[in-house]
């Protein structure tokens, strides 16, 4: 049952990818080149409406949060190593797989590209471990939790923030 | 759909960004946040786990992501559903596309399928390489960490984007190098 529920979200993920323009390579990096914005749009608005659901649940006491650990400065040089790729194939890792499937075949070159790269970090963790990784270790810190708030008086109005500047940034143009 | 121009998005921004934010929701309130690059490293190990088992053993990062080697888990299912989600959609709708070069990257540096190809790959071998050392990509750091105000993915998108702007900028230009 929860393997079909994994499924069934990531189809409904996968599906709005395509349908809003995000598995283009054109779209992503006109985003980047701050020519058409609607990629960054569509992220913002993402955003606002998950920052006000996800503190809703956890003010009801339902959210399953998982908040990853802060590391600097490693967590800015990851980053830093994701943006260059992100520039240049134009896909991230989850829209490569949609953009795949598709049937784009350089996003099958991106998609195997990822393969490797996971790979060759797994082989040098054990080195990054105890060096960058380990450098500047804060562990899972949240904004509210460092203000010491409920999230929710901080998300409402960062959420209404987000759905306003995805409202009012320009966007338009092709996906080819 | 016939409406609709096949190189224009089909959902307006909004949309778009609502069904994502709905997707977030449904997943936090059930299981957990969302996250795809994680994945990446479980197929690595499940599939280096048949070929080399010792090998992959060994490898405490594959061993502690991998676990069982299986991939008959929640979070690989959600990351499966990713392709076939946009499949369907994109047959519904008329888009699905065999082009390999995209316009952009023919209009800087032309139609050749080789040099789009090697670079699509070094591109996504950067990814996965950073978004394994930040522990996540744009969805676990980006729509997930973000939406729950987490500072490491606050830190890791802001540089995520900084760096993909200056590179983006500089790769696409439309001056002429060279």
């Known amino acids: 049952m929860k393997l079909l529920l994994g499924l069934v979200l990531g189809a409904a993920f996968g ?29 913002l608005t993402a955003i606002g409406v998950g920052l006000f659901g996800v503190h809703m649940l956890d003010a009801a006491g339902w959210a399953h949060m998982k908040v990853k650990d802060l590391y600097l400065p ?21 829209t490569a797989l949609a953009a795949a499937a598709e049937g784009k075949p350089d996003a099958w070159a991106t998609v195997l590209g990822g393969l490797v790269g996971a790979l060759v970090f797994a082989f040098m963790f054990p080195e990054l ?26 998300a409402a109005p960062l959420a209404a923030g987000c759905l306003y500047l995805a409202w009012r940034l320009p966007g338009s143009g092709g996906t080819r | 759909m016939a409406s609709h121009s096949p190189v224009e998005p089909v959902l307006p921004w909004w949309a778009g ?61 959600f990351v499966a559903g990713i392709p076939l989600g946009a499949f369907l959609s994109a047959l519904a709708t008329g888009r699905f596309t065999t082009r390999l070069v995209p316009d952009e990257w023919n209009r800087r540096f032309g139609s050749g399928p080789g040099l789009r190809l090697v670079w699509a790959f070094i591109g996504g071998f950067l990814l996965l390489f950073g978004a394994r050392f930040g ?36 790769l696409y230009s439309n001056r002429r190098r060279g």
């Open chain 2, 17 to 77: 960004g609502l069904g994502i934010g709905l997707v977030l929701i449904v997943a936090v309130g059930l299981v957990q946040p969302i996250g795809v690059s994680t994945q990446y490293v479980a197929l690595d190990g499940v599939l280096l786990y048949r070929v080399l088992p010792e090998v992959a053993a060994q490898t405490p990062y594959l061993q502690e992501t991998t676990g069982e080697w299986t991939l008959a888990t929640y979070e690989f299912l």
């Open chain 2, 135 to 170: 522990g996540g990509c744009t969805s676990g750091h980006m729509i997930s960490g973000v939406s729950q105000l987490a500072v490491s993915s606050i830190v890791f998108s802001v540089t995520l984007f900084a760096s993909a702007i200056v590179t983006a900028r500089w």
């Open chain 1, 129 to 154: 471990e105890g060096y960058l990784l380990s450098m500047g270790q804060f562990g899972p810190v949240t904004v509210q939790g460092f203000l010491g708030m409920q999230g929710i008086w901080l």
């Open chain 1, 74 to 94: 490693g967590m800015a040089l990851a980053g830093g190593i994701f943006g260059v790729g992100f520039a240049v194939t134009g896909y991230c890792p989850g």
């Open chain 1, 15 to 43: 599906a709005m990818l395509q349908l809003s323009g995000a598995s283009s390579h054109t779209k992503i990096t006109n985003t980047l080149r701050l020519k058409d914005l609607t990629v960054m749009k569509v992220i």
